[in-house]
């Protein structure tokens, strides 16, 4: 059997990036941590930890936090029946969501999860690019994400598809699509992109104006500066039609003709882990996405 | 003298992050780029791509691009003089920018130098552990920061302080605070940390309650997610006072006892090159932090 305070100390210093921290929160001296920590690297032979400013995992070491994080979810199962409810610390699940849904719907269901439930939420922005390995590796248990690709051992609930509108403010209407918005003006206005992946702006040039979109680009990694920079006047773009709305309602935001909206959908994506904590957070997150998502 | 057109070749792969990307920005082939960018490669007899979903430079790849950057914002400065205004493909800055700056003053003086200089900006959200980094390798132009430690090669100007208000619900209040916010409350309601390095709630704690905080956490890595979250009940936790203020105005937050504003320093740490572009930049940034920052 693992040792397990030793474990739980080596996951405390990956959570809390420092030997002090993790000595702070376990409620021990920091020498007791490196103690801990040093013992179970020796058990197992490995280095688990790479000293630094933050620590973090070895691969090894992030296995083992994986598991451990999955042996707590499951113990917190039996606290009822153990009567061990005010004596346990607080389960934290790691979960990782896409920008666009933390600027929208998702905190709704975090705090409907998080108030009732008594667990804490470590969420994690959306690497799309990552975010399959570190599902499989069980680094998080959850993911909100616009990739539809199934993940070894999670399954995946489509919970809806978020509309995009692509918008610029009147005065860059004014400035950059005076002779309409068409495939000479959109070569040549600013446009933004969120980053690297962010391909929404081109398919909708290319589905509204059949134009393969090559105009100067701001990167803008936020959702809300996205908004605030299109407001402002900087560039157009495509934002997500619950934030967009008011501004369109209130005149500082014009949407592009001819009107055309990109639904994109979105997938809850979950480990196959019978654990309470896991099936209320997940009734949580599809009840929020039903009210806020197109079906 | 280096190869600028292929390097132009190496720095548009690097920043869209592919070469098909990159082959329709440049208006080419992918097999140009390609072939630009080996033929490079094999004179410098090192590879400066590592090929990947996206495509990444190497160390000798990125220090590259940053002086191609640097070439292009000195090429600038010369356009209006040989009349290239219209021919010239337009500048990119790359500036990083801490996430509480982007969701408060930062987009004004975005817009406000980007609607004017015709530059593009790439914005990156400041990793503080990095942008040090990040400047010295001059793979950013410029910062705004928390962080004062001088960087070489660059100048830093304080540009004033965002203050921090401490927030929380009324109906959070009522759930963890009825007995008052004291030692014994703040041990056990829970609070929110933007990200490992936020050590703003526990100094508040400390300065407001003489409390060294160890009380559940959630990890919320948004500042607007941060606010909703806490609008929402989850937790409690300090928010910049702009975004804060109307939600303490219209009766959805309340700010804890004893009012303590904990004020931030922020900082302009900027290549010291002297180039137009950089300084129209480093003009609006100083002009919109004086509207929004205390001095």
Chains 1, 2 share one sequence.
């Not at 005010?86 to 849904?101: E, F, I, M, R, Y």
Request: charged content about 20%; glycine content about 8%; some cysteine.
């Amino acid at each position: 059997m693992l040792d397990y305070s030793a474990l739980a100390a080596v996951g405390a210093v990956i959570r809390e990036g420092s030997f002090e921290r993790a000595a702070h929160a376990l409620g021990i001296t920091a020498s007791a941590v490196s103690q801990r920590v040093r013992g179970l690297e020796e058990r197992l032979g490995s280095v688990l930890i790479v000293r630094g400013q933050p620590c973090v995992p070895t691969d090894m070491g992030r296995a083992l936090c994986a598991h451990l994080d999955r042996v707590r979810l499951l113990e917190d199962d039996l606290a009822p029946a153990l009567a061990l409810t005010g004596a346990v610390s607080p389960l934290t699940l790691k979960v990782a969501v896409n920008a666009d849904s933390l600027a929208t719907w998702f905190p709704q269901a975090a705090a409907a999860f998080g108030r009732g439930a008594g667990i804490l939420l470590d969420l994690a922005l959306d690497d799309e690019a990552h975010t399959a390995d570190r599902l499989r590796s069980g680094e998080v248990l959850a993911a909100v994400t616009a990739d539809p690709e199934p993940v070894q051992g999670c399954r995946t609930i489509l919970l809806g598809a978020l509309p995009y509108v692509s918008c610029a403010s009147p005065d860059f209407m004014a400035r950059h699509f005076v002779g309409g918005v068409n495939r000479d003006t959109l070569m040549r206005a600013p446009h933004m992109q969120f980053d690297r992946r962010d391909a929404w702006q081109a398919r909708w040039a290319s589905e509204a104006h059949g134009v393969e979109l090559a105009a100067p680009t701001h990167w803008i990694p936020s959702t809300h500066a996205f908004l605030d920079l299109c407001i402002a006047g900087l560039a157009w773009g495509l934002h997500p039609a619950p934030l967009a709305e008011p501004h369109l309602a209130a005149g500082r935001l014009t949407e592009l003709p001819p009107g055309l909206r990109i639904d994109v959908k979105l997938y809850w994506t979950v480990a196959r882990l019978h654990a309470r904590a896991l099936e209320t957070l997940t009734r949580a997150v599809c009840a929020t996405a039903a009210e806020w998502l197109d079906n």
